[in-house]
């Protein structure tokens, strides 16, 4: 039986590849949504001076989750 070596070294990095995309898209989302809760919890004079409003971070951090659960399902 021949078996083409050349396709079963490069199978590993086609079945890795896009597992380490979504690990690291997983990741980034987990550091931004924790970054939205933590700036959530700052107080309004903080908030006021950077420019962002307590609304602007709630609708972000809503439209964030409903979009990973939409993803999930």
């Not at 995309?21 to 949504?33: G, I, Q, S, T």
């Amino acid at each position: 039986m021949l078996v083409n070596l050349p396709m079963l070294v490069n199978l590993p990095l086609v079945a890795v590849g896009p597992l380490a995309d979504w690990v690291r898209h997983r990741a980034e989302k987990k550091a931004l949504l924790k970054a939205t809760d933590e700036l959530s919890e700052s107080p309004d004079d903080m908030l006021s001076d950077i420019g962002i409003s307590r609304d602007d971070i709630t609708t972000f951090a809503f439209r964030s989750r409903r979009r990973d659960v939409g993803a999930e399902q």
